[in-house]
């Protein structure tokens, strides 16, 4: 039996939202940015202590002008990642909106993961790991994690947290 769970991403534009959407999909990873439209949606079944999770990911578009239609998409969501890109400050900053908007339209307490994308820019890196570990402990976020959606780092690890606080 497969356990079914919706799980958002979450996050300003340019963050790697639909970069780790793909990767954690399978789907062709295309170095080239493209702006998500609105929603993409996949499934990917986990297995972990001996169970089949079956997840369905809705990356969001984090363009603002989507912010009208987001409330549906929320509706059934079982958990969150909300992520920002290590490289531009200001996306770290969104993350505090972002979290507002979830709280706004799921009114029960989900697993949240908070993730700091593309660590394999260190060189242009302008949010230190310590704020990230500050701000998982302001937003009461069960786990922190830097990943890289396209080097494929630690992306299959925060999705094994997520399950495991699904349970």
């Known amino acids: 039996m497969i356990i079914e769970k919706k799980v958002l991403l979450l996050g ?24 998500s439209l609105c929603v993409n949606i996949g499934y990917k079944i986990f297995e972990k202590d001996g169970k089949q999770f079956g997840l369905r990911i809705w990356d969001l578009g984090g363009q603002l002008l989507h912010r009208q239609v987001w409330k549906n998409y929320y509706k059934e969501t079982s958990g969150c990642i909300l992520m920002y890109d290590i490289t531009r400050k200001t996306t770290f900053k969104d993350i505090l909106d972002w979290k507002k908007d979830m709280s706004r339209y799921i ?5 949240l993961i908070l993730v700091g994308n593309k660590c394999d820019l260190e060189s242009k890196r302008e949010v230190q790991y310590e704020e990230g570990l500050s701000l998982q402990k302001k937003l009461k976020a069960n ?17 094994l947290k997520l399950i495991s606080l699904l349970k």
Request: proline share 4%.
């Open 143 to 159: 786990a922190f994690y830097e990943t890289s959606a396209l080097r494929n780092i630690n992306v299959q690890e925060v999705f």
């Open 107 to 111: 009114k029960r307490k989900v697993p």
């Open 12 to 35: 300003s534009n340019a963050v790697g939202k639909t970069t780790t959407f793909k990767s954690i999909t399978g789907e062709l990873v295309d170095v080239s940015y493209r702006p």
